[in-house]
Each structure stands twice: as structure tokens, then as C-alpha cells.
């Protein structure tokens, strides 16, 4: 089993920025790539962002890309998300998510973090 616990998410004005972390732990050698998936309220979860933890692998959403950028850092078994120039849109929960397989699928993640709320105001 793998554990994930997010930390970071809050409330922001839009333009402004936040920073999502995502603590690994548990059998992590056993997942390739981790990530995050986003479901804003009244919608279904959608993916937001992936990294693999070797070779470095990145994709984005394209509604993310250019303004959201994912690192790792190995030796903390820990994922980020730096979120700028954030829209009202982006208001949703972000989950963490890790896989033994690259996917950006939510029904083939194998793991998630119990979530963390980020809400932009206008």
C-alpha cells in the first residue's frame, strides 16, 4: 500500500498563486509515476498534472498547462504543484494520485490522497 497526504491547498485571489505538496509513503518503489487529478463541484474529476520518479516525464491538462508546474523530489518521496496565475475556474479539490503504471486515466490510478481544497476568488 501507498499513503498520500496533501498539504497546501487554501484560499486565493485570482492571479495569485499557491503551492500543493503531496508526501509519499508506504511501498512507493512499487509506483512509477505520481501526480494530480482536480474535481471542481458539480463536475467529475479530470487530470491536472504527472511526473514520473525516473527520467523525469512530465504531461499537463492543456487547461493547466503553461501556469501549473509539477516537480518531485526523490529523496522525500514528495510531489508539488506550483500553481500561478490561478482563475475562479481552478476552484476545485486536488487530489494526489500515484500509479505503477503512466496514466493520466483516473480509473486506472491506483492510489489517492484524501484531497485538499483550493479555492479561487474572483
Known amino acids: 500500500q501507498v499513503q498520500l497526504v496533501e498539504s497546501g491547498g487554501g484560499l486565493v485571489q485570482a492571479g495569485g498563486s499557491l503551492r500543493l505538496s503531496c508526501a509519499a509513503s508506504?511501498?512507493?518503489?512499487?509506483?512509477?509515476?505520481m501526480g494530480w487529478f482536480r474535481q471542481a463541484p458539480g463536475k467529475e474529476r479530470e487530470f491536472g498534472a504527472l511526473?514520473?520518479?525516473?527520467?523525469?516525464?512530465?504531461d499537463y491538462a492543456e487547461s493547466v498547462q503553461g501556469r501549473f508546474t509539477i516537480s518531485r523530489d526523490n529523496a522525500k518521496i514528495t510531489v508539488y504543484l506550483q500553481m500561478n496565475s490561478l482563475k475562479p475556474e481552478d476552484t476545485a479539490v486536488y487530489y494526489c494520485?500515484?500509479?505503477?503504471?503512466?496514466?493520466?486515466?483516473?480509473?486506472?490510478?491506483?492510489?489517492w490522497g484524501q484531497g485538499t481544497q483550493v479555492t479561487v476568488s474572483s
Open positions: 511526473i514520473s520518479w525516473s527520467g523525469g516525464t512530465i
Open positions: 508506504g511501498r512507493t518503489v512499487s509506483t512509477s509515476a
Open positions: 494520485a500515484a500509479s505503477r503504471r503512466w496514466t493520466v486515466v483516473e480509473a486506472l490510478v491506483d492510489y
